[in-house]
Nanobody
Framework: QVQLVESGGGLVQAGGSLRLSCLASGFIFNINTMGWYRQAPGKQREFIATITSGGRTNYADSMKGRITISRDNAKNTVYLQMNSLKSEDTAVYYC?????????WGQGTQVTVSS
C-alpha cells in the first residue's frame, strides 16, 4: 500500500525558509520519480518540482531559484527546501508519485507565509 506523508509545514514570515519532507512507503522508492505540488485556496493544484530516480530535477518557473528538491533514498524521503518565501506561496503542499499508471498523493502540509 503506497503511503506518502508530508511534514514540515507551518507559519513563517515573508522572506523566511522552510524545508518540507515527504516520507514514502509501500513501493520501491529509489526507482520512482517524486514530485511536489501545491494548492492555494480557491486555486487549482499546481506543479512545483520533480526529481527522477537518477536525481534529475525540474522546477516550475514560478518558484525557480527559490526552491530545491532533493531525495534521500536510504530514508525513502523527498525534500523541498523553500527560501525567500512570499505571501503568495501560502498553500497546502503535496508530494506525489506515479506507480503502475496511478497517481498517489499525500495528505498535504499547510504552509502559511505572513507578510
Amino acid at each position: 500500500q503506497v503511503q506518502l506523508v508530508e511534514s514540515g509545514g507551518g507559519l513563517v514570515q515573508a522572506g523566511g525558509s522552510l524545508r518540507l519532507s515527504c516520507l514514502a512507503s509501500g513501493f520501491i522508492f529509489n526507482i520512482n520519480t517524486m514530485g511536489w505540488y501545491r494548492q492555494a485556496p480557491g486555486k487549482q493544484r499546481e506543479f512545483i518540482a520533480t526529481i527522477t530516480s537518477g536525481g534529475r530535477t525540474n522546477y516550475a518557473d514560478s518558484m525557480k531559484g527559490r526552491i530545491t528538491i532533493s531525495r534521500d533514498n536510504a530514508k525513502n524521503t523527498v525534500y523541498l527546501q523553500m527560501n525567500s518565501l512570499k505571501s503568495e506561496d501560502t498553500a497546502v503542499y503535496y508530494c506525489n508519485t506515479i506507480r503502475a499508471g496511478y497517481t498517489y498523493w499525500g495528505q498535504g502540509t499547510q504552509v502559511t507565509v505572513s507578510s
